[in-house]
């Protein structure tokens, strides 16, 4: 799989960690930074690594900052994109079996790696149940439509 990877300063080394893993398990990694240790904006990158799933350039992304709330909020603002925090594997397992997310996001002060390596695994092994969860899911997406619709008619 195709994997975009994003973090602010505080994941530098999480990041390469995961990195390493990931190509180990065999899938492509783009790494969309920042690849620098000076403090920085997270929502730079969680813009960043967002446009690239929705494009398609990035099959799923996975975003990492301190806590990993901010990086996956800005994320969340990119039409089309469902990032969920997960600290623990099965709450990684029902956000893509239920909500079909398609950023993984979690928190370089809140995992160690080892957990970290758990639940991009569980992420990555656990497909969309479809089902009742579609109806759901496509329920987010009508408010996405929505908020467009409603922008339209402002302007
Ligand atoms: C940076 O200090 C920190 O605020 C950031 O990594 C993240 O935790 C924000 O949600």
Known sequence: MKIGIGNDHSA??????????????????VDYGTDSPASCDYPVYGER?????????????ILICGTGLGISIA??????IRAAVC????????????NDCNILAFGARVVG???AKMIVETWLDTEFEG???????DLITAIEARE???????M
């Open 12 to 29: 530098l080394e999480l990041k390469a960690e995961m990195i390493d893993f990931l190509k180990e398990k065999g899938h492509e990694v």
């Open 49 to 61: 690594v967002a446009r690239a799933v929705v494009s398609g350039e990035a099959e799923q992304g």
């Open 75 to 80: 994320a969340n603002k990119v039409k089309g």
């Open 87 to 98: 600290s623990e594997p099965f709450t990684a397992k029902m956000a893509r079996a239920h």
């Open 113 to 115: 790696s080892e957990l």
């Open 131 to 137: 089902g009742r969860h579609q109806k759901r899911v």
């Open 148 to 154: 467009t619709e409603e922008k339209a008619e402002r």
